[in-house]
Nanobody, 115 residues
Framework: QVQLVESGGGLVQPGGSLRLSCAVTRSDFAISTMGWYRQAPGKQRELVASITEGGRTNYADSVKGRFTVSRDNAKNTMYLQMNSLKPEDTADYYC?????????WGQGTQVTVSS
């Protein structure tokens, strides 16, 4: 069983920054890949960024150069630093964790970019 706690969403103006956090509060298995996905109204859920246990990262083209994913393995926590936010970044953001070949999703945190 894996339990996640997400935090950090909110309302921000275009060009602003936010940092999301995903803490694994319980895991019966070793955590491998962690990632952030987002889903905007009327659209499919898409990968934003992911990071392996060893620190290898992968980003959607739309966020490269603006978002940075990182993790603190000692704290079982993943972060998403989002800079230069745009209105099209508005979505519900979900933490995704793979542990013991099982996938677990967070409850989602809302990010709204608007003036």
């Amino acid at each position: 069983q894996v339990q996640l706690v997400e935090s950090g969403g909110g309302l921000v103006q275009p060009g602003g920054s936010l940092r999301l956090s995903c803490a694994v509060t319980r895991s019966d298995f070793a955590i491998s890949t962690m990632g952030w996905y987002r889903q905007a109204p009327g659209k499919q859920r898409e990968l934003v960024a992911s990071i392996t246990e060893g620190g290898r990262t992968n980003y959607a083209d739309s966020v490269k150069g603006r978002f940075t994913v990182s993790r603190d393995n000692a704290k079982n926590t993943m972060y998403l630093q989002m800079n230069s936010l745009k209105p099209e970044d508005t979505a519900d953001y979900y933490c995704h964790v793979v542990a013991g070949r099982r996938e677990t999703w967070g409850q989602g945190t809302q990010v709204t970019v608007s003036s």
